[in-house]
């Protein structure tokens, strides 16, 4: 059964720093994705940044540049470090990964299909 954890969430100060992180385990399958979604109150869950199977990147424009998205050493475990955050970039995130063949967009995003965490709140105040 695969599990997704996310941790870390919590309030920020605007122009502060902030990392998540989610722990993953069981089989996900062969080369899977990963990503980092956010949804703000009254607003879709949207991509913020992903990581294919082969260590390529992906941001959603608003976030490159300020957030990286980075697996740990022993792959179980991803992170979102965030730097220069704006109160826009509140919301609840979640963690997400998918097998290969359930990851879209050039093989960086996990479908609905996939597999998610419960989320974490993350709120930058100014």
């Known amino acids: 059964q695969v599990q997704l954890m996310e941790s870390g969430g919590g309030s920020v100060q605007a122009g502060g720093s902030h990392r998540l992180s989610c722990v993953v385990s069981g089989n996900i399958g062969s080369t899977p994705c990963f990503a980092w979604f956010r949804q703000a109150p009254g607003s879709e869950r949207e991509g913020v940044a992903a990581?294919?199977?082969?260590?390529?990147?992906s941001y959603e424009i608003t976030v490159q540049g300020r957030f990286t998205i980075s697996k740990g050493a022993a792959k179980n475990t991803l992170y979102l470090q965030m730097h220069s955050l704006k109160p826009e970039d509140s919301g609840m995130y979640y963690c997400?990964?998918?097998?290969?063949?359930?990851?879209?967009?050039?093989?960086?995003?996990?479908?609905?299909?996939?597999?998610w965490g419960q989320g974490t709140q993350v709120t930058v105040s100014l």
């Open positions: 990581i294919a199977s082969d260590g390529r990147t």
């Open positions: 997400a990964a998918d097998s290969g063949l359930g990851c879209y967009g050039g093989g960086y995003w996990p479908s609905t299909r996939g597999y």
